[in-house]
Protein backbone atom coordinates (compact mmCIF):
# COMPACT_ATOMS: atom_id res chain seq x y z
CA UNK A 1 0.00 0.00 0.00
CA UNK A 2 1.20 3.91 -0.84
CA UNK A 3 2.25 5.48 1.72
CA UNK A 4 0.00 8.40 2.80
CA UNK A 5 1.57 11.83 3.78
CA UNK A 6 1.07 12.87 6.99
CA UNK A 7 0.50 16.96 6.96
CA UNK A 8 0.10 18.47 10.69
CA UNK A 9 -1.19 21.87 10.73
CA UNK A 10 -0.42 24.15 13.37
CA UNK A 11 -2.44 27.52 13.50
CA UNK A 12 -4.11 29.25 16.82
CA UNK A 13 -7.38 30.33 14.57
CA UNK A 14 -9.59 27.18 14.07
CA UNK A 15 -10.91 28.34 11.26
CA UNK A 16 -7.86 28.25 9.19
CA UNK A 17 -6.56 25.29 10.26
CA UNK A 18 -9.51 23.72 9.90
CA UNK A 19 -10.50 24.94 6.74
CA UNK A 20 -6.65 23.96 5.52
CA UNK A 21 -6.81 20.29 6.98
CA UNK A 22 -10.39 19.43 5.25
CA UNK A 23 -8.48 20.91 1.68
CA UNK A 24 -5.89 18.80 2.22
CA UNK A 25 -7.99 15.93 3.13
CA UNK A 26 -9.65 16.46 0.00
CA UNK A 27 -6.28 16.33 -1.74
CA UNK A 28 -5.66 12.63 -0.50
CA UNK A 29 -3.51 13.89 2.63
CA UNK A 30 -3.80 12.51 5.84
CA UNK A 31 -4.03 15.61 8.14
CA UNK A 32 -3.67 16.39 12.03
CA UNK A 33 -4.42 19.93 13.41
CA UNK A 34 -2.94 21.67 16.90
CA UNK A 35 -3.92 25.26 17.66
CA UNK A 36 -0.65 25.68 19.52
CA UNK A 37 2.96 24.37 20.95
CA UNK A 38 0.77 21.53 23.63
CA UNK A 39 -1.00 20.48 21.30
CA UNK A 40 2.02 20.19 18.71
CA UNK A 41 3.71 18.22 20.97
CA UNK A 42 0.98 15.92 22.25
CA UNK A 43 1.24 14.84 18.20
CA UNK A 44 4.61 14.58 17.53
CA UNK A 45 4.84 11.78 20.56
CA UNK A 46 2.50 10.20 19.02
CA UNK A 47 4.59 9.89 15.72
CA UNK A 48 6.09 12.44 13.67
CA UNK A 49 3.98 13.96 10.69
CA UNK A 50 5.60 14.26 7.22
CA UNK A 51 5.51 17.63 6.94
CA UNK A 52 4.58 20.74 9.05
CA UNK A 53 2.44 23.71 8.42
CA UNK A 54 3.37 26.29 11.25
CA UNK A 55 2.27 29.79 11.44
CA UNK A 56 4.19 31.83 12.39
CA UNK A 57 1.88 34.43 14.37
CA UNK A 58 0.16 33.15 17.31
CA UNK A 59 0.26 33.81 21.33
CA UNK A 60 2.35 32.48 23.76
CA UNK A 61 4.76 30.25 21.97
CA UNK A 62 4.90 31.19 18.27
CA UNK A 63 5.59 29.53 15.27
CA UNK A 64 9.74 30.59 15.34
CA UNK A 65 9.63 29.16 18.72
CA UNK A 66 8.29 26.09 17.76
CA UNK A 67 10.25 25.48 14.57
CA UNK A 68 13.49 25.49 17.82
CA UNK A 69 11.13 23.07 18.75
CA UNK A 70 10.93 20.53 16.30
CA UNK A 71 14.57 20.90 15.15
CA UNK A 72 15.72 20.20 18.85
CA UNK A 73 13.97 17.33 19.00
CA UNK A 74 15.18 13.32 18.64
CA UNK A 75 14.48 11.56 15.02
CA UNK A 76 14.45 12.32 11.63
CA UNK A 77 14.14 16.10 10.54
CA UNK A 78 10.37 16.67 10.06
CA UNK A 79 10.22 19.22 6.56
CA UNK A 80 8.63 22.88 7.76
CA UNK A 81 6.64 25.46 5.50
CA UNK A 82 5.52 28.43 7.59
CA UNK A 83 2.63 30.60 7.10
CA UNK A 84 3.47 34.08 6.97
CA UNK A 85 2.31 37.62 6.99
CA UNK A 86 3.51 40.11 4.22
CA UNK A 87 4.98 42.01 7.25
CA UNK A 88 6.85 39.65 8.67
CA UNK A 89 9.80 39.47 6.26
CA UNK A 90 12.44 39.72 9.33
CA UNK A 91 10.80 36.49 10.50
CA UNK A 92 10.60 34.38 7.43
CA UNK A 93 14.70 34.95 7.53
CA UNK A 94 14.60 33.79 10.82
CA UNK A 95 12.77 30.85 10.11
CA UNK A 96 14.34 30.11 7.01
CA UNK A 97 17.58 30.28 9.27
CA UNK A 98 16.25 27.86 11.91
CA UNK A 99 15.79 25.58 9.40
CA UNK A 100 12.18 25.93 7.93
CA UNK A 101 11.96 24.15 4.57
CA UNK A 102 9.60 26.86 2.50
CA UNK A 103 7.04 29.69 3.17
CA UNK A 104 4.04 31.08 2.20
CA UNK A 105 2.97 34.11 2.57
CA UNK A 106 -0.80 35.23 3.37
CA UNK A 107 -3.33 35.17 2.06
CA UNK A 108 -2.78 32.42 -0.35
CA UNK A 109 -4.33 29.85 -2.30
CA UNK A 110 -4.84 26.32 -1.41
CA UNK A 111 -3.67 25.09 -4.63
CA UNK A 112 -0.41 27.03 -4.06
CA UNK A 113 0.20 25.77 -0.28
CA UNK A 114 -0.40 21.87 -2.23
CA UNK A 115 2.22 22.93 -4.57
CA UNK A 116 4.06 24.01 -2.03
CA UNK A 117 3.85 20.84 0.12
CA UNK A 118 4.05 18.57 -2.83
CA UNK A 119 7.47 20.34 -3.59
CA UNK A 120 9.34 20.49 -0.34
CA UNK A 121 8.17 16.74 0.08
CA UNK A 122 9.41 15.80 -3.33
CA UNK A 123 12.85 17.36 -2.29
CA UNK A 124 12.84 15.61 1.09
CA UNK A 125 11.94 12.15 -0.02
CA UNK A 126 15.00 12.60 -3.27
CA UNK A 127 17.54 13.37 -0.89
CA UNK A 128 19.75 10.37 0.32
CA UNK A 129 18.30 9.28 3.48
CA UNK A 130 19.42 9.86 7.17
CA UNK A 131 21.84 7.00 8.84
CA UNK A 132 21.55 7.88 11.95
CA UNK A 133 18.20 8.79 13.44
CA UNK A 134 18.55 10.75 16.48
CA UNK A 135 17.27 9.56 20.18
CA UNK A 136 18.73 11.80 22.35
CA UNK A 137 19.83 15.75 22.70
CA UNK A 138 23.31 14.88 20.89
CA UNK A 139 26.06 13.08 18.93
CA UNK A 140 29.42 11.83 19.53
CA UNK A 141 31.76 11.59 16.77
CA UNK A 142 36.17 11.67 16.58
CA UNK A 143 36.69 14.15 19.42
CA UNK A 144 33.40 16.13 19.38
CA UNK A 145 30.38 16.18 20.82
CA UNK A 146 27.13 17.97 19.16
CA UNK A 147 24.81 19.55 21.26
CA UNK A 148 21.34 19.94 19.08
CA UNK A 149 19.96 21.98 22.17
CA UNK A 150 22.45 24.57 23.06
CA UNK A 151 23.24 24.09 18.81
CA UNK A 152 27.37 24.02 20.21
CA UNK A 153 29.85 21.52 19.48
CA UNK A 154 32.32 20.65 22.91
CA UNK A 155 35.57 19.07 22.49
CA UNK A 156 36.91 16.55 24.57
CA UNK A 157 38.55 18.88 27.10
CA UNK A 158 34.82 20.26 27.92
CA UNK A 159 35.60 23.66 25.88
CA UNK A 160 32.41 24.51 23.64
CA UNK A 161 33.03 25.83 20.24
CA UNK A 162 29.89 28.14 19.05
CA UNK A 163 28.48 27.33 15.40
CA UNK A 164 26.64 29.81 13.33
CA UNK A 165 23.25 29.02 11.97
CA UNK A 166 24.82 27.53 8.87
CA UNK A 167 27.60 25.65 10.22
CA UNK A 168 25.20 24.14 13.10
CA UNK A 169 22.56 23.18 9.91
CA UNK A 170 25.60 21.91 8.00
CA UNK A 171 27.55 19.74 10.81
CA UNK A 172 23.71 18.30 11.16
CA UNK A 173 23.56 17.42 7.78
CA UNK A 174 26.60 15.81 7.91
CA UNK A 175 26.18 13.59 11.06
CA UNK A 176 22.73 12.36 10.06
CA UNK A 177 24.48 11.08 7.12
CA UNK A 178 28.24 10.02 7.78
CA UNK A 179 29.69 8.36 4.96
CA UNK A 180 27.28 9.19 2.22
CA UNK A 181 27.98 11.29 -0.86
CA UNK A 182 26.50 14.90 -0.87
CA UNK A 183 26.59 16.80 -3.42
CA UNK A 184 26.40 20.41 -3.69
CA UNK A 185 23.50 20.72 -4.30
CA UNK A 186 21.70 17.91 -2.22
CA UNK A 187 23.54 19.97 0.62
CA UNK A 188 21.98 23.15 -0.45
CA UNK A 189 18.97 21.28 -0.55
CA UNK A 190 18.87 20.08 2.76
CA UNK A 191 20.29 22.91 4.67
CA UNK A 192 18.87 26.18 2.48
CA UNK A 193 15.93 24.66 0.42
CA UNK A 194 14.09 26.80 -1.41
CA UNK A 195 16.46 29.93 -0.70
CA UNK A 196 19.37 28.03 -2.62
CA UNK A 197 20.34 29.50 -5.54
CA UNK A 198 21.55 27.76 -9.15
CA UNK A 199 25.31 27.53 -8.82
CA UNK A 200 25.65 28.65 -5.45
CA UNK A 201 28.98 28.03 -4.15
CA UNK A 202 28.23 28.99 -0.33
CA UNK A 203 28.54 25.05 0.89
CA UNK A 204 32.51 25.47 -0.37
CA UNK A 205 32.97 28.34 2.17
CA UNK A 206 30.56 26.70 4.86
CA UNK A 207 32.91 23.67 4.90
CA UNK A 208 35.86 25.69 4.80
CA UNK A 209 34.63 27.07 7.97
CA UNK A 210 33.81 24.32 9.71
CA UNK A 211 36.42 22.29 8.83
CA UNK A 212 38.78 24.94 10.65
CA UNK A 213 36.66 24.04 14.09
CA UNK A 214 36.33 20.70 13.84
CA UNK A 215 40.18 18.97 12.29
CA UNK A 216 43.09 18.49 13.52
CA UNK A 217 44.71 19.56 10.39
CA UNK A 218 42.33 21.72 7.93
CA UNK A 219 44.72 21.74 5.30
CA UNK A 220 44.61 18.04 5.34
CA UNK A 221 40.98 16.98 6.84
CA UNK A 222 39.75 13.39 7.90
CA UNK A 223 36.52 14.05 9.02
CA UNK A 224 34.98 15.75 6.15
CA UNK A 225 36.38 14.13 3.00
CA UNK A 226 35.78 15.74 -0.64
CA UNK A 227 35.24 13.99 -3.70
CA UNK A 228 35.78 14.45 -7.13
CA UNK A 229 32.54 16.07 -9.00
CA UNK A 230 32.05 18.60 -5.95
CA UNK A 231 30.98 16.36 -2.95
CA UNK A 232 31.75 15.83 0.61
CA UNK A 233 31.31 13.00 2.78
CA UNK A 234 31.42 13.03 6.60
CA UNK A 235 34.09 9.74 7.60
CA UNK A 236 34.27 9.49 11.66
CA UNK A 237 31.52 6.66 13.38
CA UNK A 238 29.11 9.13 14.79
CA UNK A 239 27.32 7.74 17.95
CA UNK A 240 24.07 9.15 19.82
CA UNK A 241 24.68 9.96 23.61
Not at 73 to 91: H, K, N, V, W, Y
Amino acid sequence: MDHVPHIAVVDDHREIRELIGQYLKKQGYRVSTAEGGTALRRLLDTGAPDLVVLDIMMPGEDGLTLCRTIRSRPGPSIPIIFLTARTEETDRVIGLELGADDYIVKPFSSRELVARIKAVLRRSNSLPPQRVVRRASAIRFDRWVLDFGRRELQGDDGIGVPLSTAEFRLLNVFVERPGIVLSRDQLLDLTVGREAEPFDRSIDNQVSRLRRKVERDPKNPVIIQTHRGGGYSFMPEVYTT
